[in-house]
């Protein structure tokens, strides 16, 4: 049986955001700049990549080398309309013997300016590349999710979005996107391995009807969806970028 990290917290600072809608990001600080003269920025998880995965449709070779081999789980984040479009599709395969499996294909909003290869803080852009999925959390309690899951009031979303929609409920149910962050932390750690100029707070995220800061946003349902299915076992992984990138 898959054992599964709960917490429940209160935070007494607040949630500091490059993305999803959220506030300012925080300020880069000496221990920030130093880890980023040390780190050498990569849109991709460190293992070789695996020919089964060349049975995604929209990846090119390029894109399909950086999937670690031992993913069996792919969210597959496409913005089929081009590199400045907050508008894109999200479809889950599961790998199953030697093929890959797609699930339903979700609408989507990525960042309101569209897709970045260099990502930074306050662009309004969504990093594209191949990020691990590890943890999840939320403002509400767990529902079933395989990943470990932080609940806390951290995850409250008020204000308004760039169309004027509510964000309320943005943050109910959340997964961490592993870019420029601490694996095995809540999503609401703050550690920018890259420094705090490079952006952080990158999600996926309940959908709040118009373009994010720079996370991924699908439906509510779509969220509980993926919380129930991702598993840690299996290393779940997100492709995201426009479509011509991710056919490189």
């Not at 000496?30 to 880890?35: A, E, G, L, V």
């Amino acid at each position: 049986m898959i054992q599964r990290r709960t917490a429940v917290a209160l935070l007494a600072s607040p949630l500091l955001l490059s993305g999803c809608g959220g506030g300012a990001e925080a300020a880069p600080s000496r221990s920030d700049d130093d880890r980023a003269a040390r780190t050498t920025a990569t849109p991709t998880p460190e293992s070789s990549s695996s020919p089964q995965a060349q049975g995604i449709p929209g990846l090119g070779p390029r894109t399909t080398a950086a999937i670690p081999e031992r993913a069996e789980q792919v969210v597959v984040v496409a913005g089929g309309r081009g590199k400045d479009s907050p508008l894109s599709t999200v479809v889950l395969y599961e790998r199953d013997d030697d093929t890959w499996q797609p699930g339903a294909s979700w609408p989507a909003h990525n960042g309101r300016d569209g897709w970045s290869e260099h990502h930074l803080a306050g662009d309004l852009r969504s990093p594209v590349g191949v990020y691990g999925l590890t943890d999840a959390g939320g403002l509400l309690t767990d529902p079933g999710s395989r990943l470990p899951y932080h609940q806390s009031y951290g995850f409250r979303s008020p204000g308004t979005g760039f169309e004027g929609e509510s964000l309320e409920g943005s943050f109910d149910y959340v997964v961490a996107i592993n870019y420029n962050r601490q694996p095995g932390t809540s999503p609401l750690d703050w550690t920018r391995p890259m420094g705090a100029k490079r952006g952080g707070g990158v999600w996926l995220h309940v959908d709040h009807g118009g373009p994010t800061h720079a996370c991924v946003s699908v439906a509510k349902a779509h969220m509980k969806e993926l919380l129930r299915t991702l598993d840690p076992d299996r290393h779940p992984v997100v492709v995201m970028g426009y479509a011509d990138w991710l056919a490189q």
